[in-house]
């Protein structure tokens, strides 16, 4: 955390296990792109909703935004990697997704509930936390005001979708 109170992400934790991609995948990677990690749970009617949702705003903004799914399981019975992958894979998720068994990332940031998706500006600074289902447009429209801040590139492509 800054001095002025900003929180930055350097790097996810080494913790987290990518259970439908083949290496760990590093924020330096998505530098210049917009941020939304998906913190969910696979016995929530409401994360199963918001994962709906939140590939909506993926396909429309392809470009400029990238999604991370962040398992953090309820219940023990959850906590498999196998069972993450099924469920990630049920659900339709084409964006990378991670378990969190440990709750790692999710105390790191101060996560109460699931659904919670965090927005990260192309800088990895978090600009917004966001708990509960039903805040797609809630969610666009912060992501387009994050991409204002990001370098020219973005801003076209945000320009282009309008």
Same mark, same amino acid.
């Given at each position: 955390?800054?001095?002025?109170?900003?929180?930055?992400? @350097? +790097?996810?934790? *080494?913790? &987290?296990?990518?259970? $439908?991609?083949?290496?760990?995948? #590093?924020?330096? !990677?998505?530098?210049?792109?917009?941020?939304?990690?998906?913190?969910?749970?696979?016995?929530?009617?409401?994360?199963?909703?918001?994962?709906?949702?939140?590939?909506?705003?993926?396909?429309?903004?392809?470009?400029?935004?990238?999604?991370?799914?962040?398992?953090?399981?309820?219940?023990?019975?959850? @906590? +498999?990697?196998? *069972?993450? &992958?099924?469920?990630? $894979?049920?659900?339709?998720?084409? #964006?990378?997704? !991670?378990?969190?068994?440990?709750?790692?990332?999710?105390?790191?940031?101060?996560?109460?509930?699931?659904?919670?998706?965090?927005?990260?500006?192309?800088?990895?600074?978090?600009?917004?936390?966001?708990?509960?289902?039903?805040?797609?447009?809630?969610?666009?429209?912060?992501?387009?005001?994050?991409?204002?801040?990001?370098?020219?590139?973005?801003?076209?492509?945000?320009?282009?979708?309008?």
């Amino acid at each position: 955390m800054s001095g002025s109170g900003e929180i930055y992400i @350097a +790097e996810l934790p *080494s913790e &987290l296990t990518w259970v $439908n991609t083949d290496e760990r995948l #590093h924020l330096t !990677a998505l530098r210049g792109k917009a941020v939304l990690l998906n913190f969910w749970t696979g016995s929530s009617i409401a994360c199963e909703q918001q994962a709906q949702e939140l590939r909506q705003l993926e396909a429309k903004f392809h470009d400029g935004l990238a999604i991370l799914g962040i398992h953090t399981p309820k219940h023990p019975a959850e @906590a +498999e990697d196998d *069972s993450v &992958l099924k469920m990630a $894979n049920r659900w339709h998720l084409r #964006h990378p997704v !991670a378990n969190d068994r440990e709750w790692v990332l999710w105390r790191q940031l101060g996560i109460q509930a699931w659904p919670t998706v965090v927005l990260l500006d192309h800088e990895a600074r978090v600009v917004g936390i966001y708990q509960g289902d039903g805040r797609k447009a809630e969610l666009e429209r912060a992501s387009r005001k994050s991409w204002t801040r990001q370098p020219r590139r973005i801003a076209e492509v945000m320009t282009q979708l309008r």
